[in-house]
């Protein structure tokens, strides 16, 4: 920007002195109460200001702001500043409007005209400002008022290089804020086309930009990949005349170089053999570079170097069809792995993760495992660490996992307490998943639970049972190994529970021994009983009914301990329950019976472990470490005969985890699918995502993709359904029928449009349906459809599938503004028992502040601030809108991050409302 002599605001100057000066913080509220009189006098008064006086009052609110004041008054002025032709004072309206002003504020019109003005002016200067302005706000507002002009004035042949460069970031800027709000448009080559500019800030914006547009619409885009092999060809090869003025440490344009390596991991290698050619001597110079004596040993020029190198790498890994530029980046980040900088080391560690997933580098990743271990056994830094861990998963295969795990093994003992139970996932996952003795198995996962015991989730435990019931050959010296680690004079309860459960099951392969006789087993059970939590003592219960069977010898040891009072009376209802239950079992059951009811389990059906379904979704960016075979997720569910009983079995419930729960366990879910039960419906299962959102994807397979896209206002709502043909046939016979199930009908009317009976093959079609809320609901309408097409083979297929539309009571919220006194008097007055619903449950994900509000503002009701007296708590209030009546609501969040525990609170003027809200918002944590 061009500086501006002679224009300095004295009396600002004054002011700041004057505040910098004062000794108490009465006295800087006095003096600044001074100067705010002074400037609300001049503002209303009679006298016209001039721009220079404008200004430095707006300077002097402005400042006042940044000290921590609120600011009333002064915004119209700022405002008028925008129309100054004076450089000084367009830039101090600016800085005004991009600090202060809402996006909420009914001054916005006039900001956006002045805004456009700006656009439009043959002042590049002027041009600048409004692109900077435009940028810093980034609200919506901005979005939908310059998403149409920023790329025009961005392709102009008319506009000089500073301002394209500006304009290029924010349309990346606004882009980013708002993604859906632009369209590939009719610029899409002419943004290509400015990879070839000469101007280096041009260039190097217009990366970055197409790099994020090239992830949205990889198609329209397309164009760029040949332009950045061309230009990224100039720069780097030995022989570059390319921006040779742009040389930072002797290092060409290192940033550009960077932007366009990121933008071809966008796409495929490409197919023309010349850009292809062209793209692996780039690469390969890049390689040859990195093995070169250093030109400078200052840190820029190293980490200009290595920025351009590790983006190389990255590309390579992406492509993933040149074995030889793999094989020579795993050895030159070899190279790294001992480098006395942490963070080379950190990201050698990390892209070589990468590497190991290859079947090209894989073994060349493992020539390094002596040198990856010791960087576990001595890195200080606890992230490297980290690293090595992930490294060591990734490259562990058949031939060296018996070291690896005794290696995680060893190091877990010692290991810092942020990735214990990370590692613990990951040993008990390569003892499982390379396992050719499940002896070892044991072995191993009992290790674990006794070195990191509180980081064994219930996943590793229950896991280790289900080998262990499918393993004929491992049953016996299961037994044997959890009697012994009993034994031990610390025992963590996961070990109790794994004990229990086995021994329960298989004790009688070790009663004949005389050192593990079916009492010694009870009694050294019963041992820990008293010592641990509810959940265990359950568990332990239901294996001493198994030793009913088991060993009828001990039957009056084991009815003593049920009829006790401490498990006859005990205040938890499970405990209670059982001890009660299996009492009376103990009594009035023939042996036969007995014997029918407890017989030993079945084996679980053979799913993904649940153990790598957990590590999916905690680390979502680590790759697969199975090359052998395609991993599919699934919900593995037990295969139960007809009366048996279980300590522990498949909860078909939980979603992507083959957890075991309690066979007695009070699994309480939401009613909201009970309607299923008259149909089979396809997205049973995962139709509470639709909660907190109003457009997803509904239905996917290899056939259809099924979308769509709610709008609701008042008691009304509109559902856009998206019916998209994936096959290579048309779909005949379309048919898709809405129905509103029992009472539904009366509470909901639906009406949807017709479509047509055939739907072309690769297009979508749309369907409306309207929806008038009559009263309260509970239940969701059903979407039927039916249609025929013809496969591969040419034989004709029938899809029949029934489906939730996720239409909701929520989605009929109308957020509402209160105070913290009007919330909590309305509150108190929504005090009846049958207007409150409350529920308590643990985190399903981490308590964070960003989740949590987007998750409540996605529900509909409106996110109150500064009303709860505890600031960790949430508030919301809405009205729920329905043809008869309108609902109050009002919802309190309570996190609880230190027991990862939430309460919600729901309270409604309508009884049947409450108990649906907190089933629906009470999953979505």
């Known amino acids: 920007m061009p500086a501006v002599k002679g224009d300095g605001m004295r009396g600002l100057a004054v002011f700041i002195s004057d505040i910098r000066n004062c000794k108490s913080k009465e006295a800087e509220l006095k003096r600044i109460n001074k100067e705010l009189a002074n400037i609300r006098s001049k503002f209303k008064g009679d006298k016209t200001l001039d721009g220079y006086q404008k200004k430095k009052y707006v300077c002097k609110l402005l400042f006042i702001f940044l000290l921590g004041n609120d600011i009333d008054f002064g915004h119209m002025e700022a405002v008028n500043l925008l129309s100054s032709n004076k450089y000084t004072e367009k830039q101090i309206g600016y800085l005004f409007i991009s600090v202060l002003i809402e996006q909420q504020s009914d001054l916005m019109k006039l900001i956006v005209q002045g805004i456009r003005n700006d656009l439009t002016s043959r002042n590049p200067v002027h041009v600048n400002l409004a692109l900077q302005c435009i940028s810093n706000m980034g609200s919506r507002e901005m979005v939908e008022a310059f998403c149409t002009d920023l790329p025009k004035l961005l392709v102009s042949g008319e506009t000089i290089d500073f301002v394209k460069q500006s304009a290029a970031l924010c349309i990346l800027k606004l882009f980013r804020n708002s993604p859906d709000s632009f369209q590939p448009g009719d610029y899409a080559s002419r943004i290509v086309h400015l990879l070839n500019d000469s101007h280096m800030g041009v260039v190097t914006s217009a990366a970055s930009l197409i790099e994020a547009l090239s992830k949205k619409w990889p198609e329209e885009y397309k164009g760029a990949v040949p332009l950045a092999i061309s230009r990224l060809s100039r720069i780097v090869t030995a022989t570059y005349t390319d921006l040779q003025d742009y040389t930072y440490y002797f290092v060409p344009a290192p940033w550009l170089c960077v932007k366009l390596l990121r933008l071809l991991q966008n796409y495929p290698p490409p197919d023309d053999p010349s850009n292809k050619a062209r793209l692996l001597e780039c690469l390969e110079g890049i390689l040859n570079k990195a093995q070169d004596a250093p030109k400078s040993k200052k840190v820029q020029h190293s980490n200009a170097k290595n920025a351009v190198l590790f983006e190389a790498i990255a590309l390579i890994i992406h492509m993933d069809s040149e074995p030889q530029l793999l094989v020579r980046a795993c050895n030159q980040l070899g190279t790294f792995l001992s480098h006395r900088e942490t963070n080379l080391r950190y990201l050698a560690l990390e892209s070589m993760c990468l590497l190991a997933t290859s079947e090209f580098s894989h073994d060349a990743v493992k020539k390094h495992q002596d040198t990856i271990i010791n960087s576990l056994k001595t890195e200080r830094d606890v992230s490297v660490r980290q690293r090595a861990v992930d490294l060591l998963y990734a490259m562990c295969d058949r031939s060296n996992a018996n070291q690896i795990v005794a290696e995680m093994l060893a190091y877990l003992e010692t290991a810092d307490y942020s990735i214990r139970e990370e590692m613990v996932l990951k040993v008990a996952i390569l003892a499982e998943k390379y396992a050719t003795d499940y002896t070892w ?485």
């Open 441 to 925: 198995y044991v072995d191993v996962i009992l290790k674990l639970i006794r070195i990191a015991g509180d980081y064994v989730s219930e996943e590793v435990w229950y896991r280790v049972i289900q080998i262990v019931v499918n393993r004929e050959d491992v049953q016996g010296y299961a037994a044997k190994t959890v009697f012994e680690a009993l034994q031990r004079p610390a025992c963590h309860e996961n070990m109790v529970k794994v004990g229990g459960y086995i021994l329960g099951e298989f004790g009688n392969f070790i009663a004949g021994d005389e050192r593990s006789t079916a009492k010694i087993q009870f009694e050294l059970l019963h041992s820990k009983f008293h010592l641990c939590s509810i959940t265990t003592r359950c568990l332990l219960l239901t294996t001493y009914i198994k030793f009913c069977n088991l060993f009828p010898e001990i039957k009056p040891l084991v009815q003593q301990v049920f009829q006790t009072d401490h498990n006859l009376r005990n205040p938890d209802a499970e405990l209670q329950q059982r001890s009660i239950e299996y009492l009376q079992m103990t009594k009035l059951a023939s042996n036969d019976v007995l014997a029918t009811i407890l017989e030993v389990m079945p084996a679980f059906a053979e799913k993904e472990s649940s153990l790598l379904a957990k590590l999916k979704k905690s680390k979502p960016q680590l790759e697969e470490i199975e090359r052998e075979e395609k991993e599919k997720r699934s919900k593995p569910t037990a295969v139960m005969s007809e009366g048996s009983t279980s300590l522990v079995d498949f909860d078909s419930t939980n979603d992507t985890t083959a957890s075991l729960a309690d066979v007695f366990a009070n699994n309480s879910g939401t009613g909201l699918g009970a309607q299923g039960d008259e149909v089979e419906i396809a997205n049973k299962d995962d139709y509470l995502k639709f909660v907190t959102k109003s457009n997803a994807i509904l239905w996917e397979d290899d056939y259809i993709q099924i979308g769509c896209k709610l709008e609701t206002r008042n008691n009304l709502g509109r559902l856009g359904m998206f019916y998209g043909n994936k096959t290579s046939q048309p779909f005949n016979k379309f048919t898709p029928i809405i129905t509103c199930p029992g009472a539904l009908a009366v509470q909901l009317q639906a009406q949807a449009k017709p479509v047509e009976p055939v739907v072309a093959a690769g297009t979508q079609v749309q369907q409306l349906i309207n929806f008038v809320c009559v009263q309260e609901f509970q239940k969701m309408p059903i979407m039927n459809i039916k249609f025929t097409f013809t496969d591969r083979a040419g034989a004709v297929q029938n899809f029949d599938k029934n489906f939730y539309l996720p239409l909701f009571i929520s989605k009929f919220f109308e957020p509402t503004n209160m105070t913290s006194e009007q919330f909590f008097t309305r509150w108190k007055s929504l005090g009846a028992a049958s207007q409150e619903a409350q529920k308590i449950f643990n985190a399903l994900s981490p308590i964070e502040h960003a989740t949590i509000e987007s998750r409540l503002k996605g529900f509909g009701a409106n996110l109150l601030t500064d009303v709860d007296p505890n600031p960790d708590n949430y508030v919301c209030a809405g009205i729920i809108h329905t043809q008869t009546q309108q609902i109050g609501t009002l919802i309190r969040l309570e996190p609880n991050k230190q027991a990862k525990m939430y309460r919600l609170t729901i309270r409604s003027s309508k009884d049947t409302v409450v108990q649906t809200l907190v089933d629906l918002l009470g999953n979505q944590f």
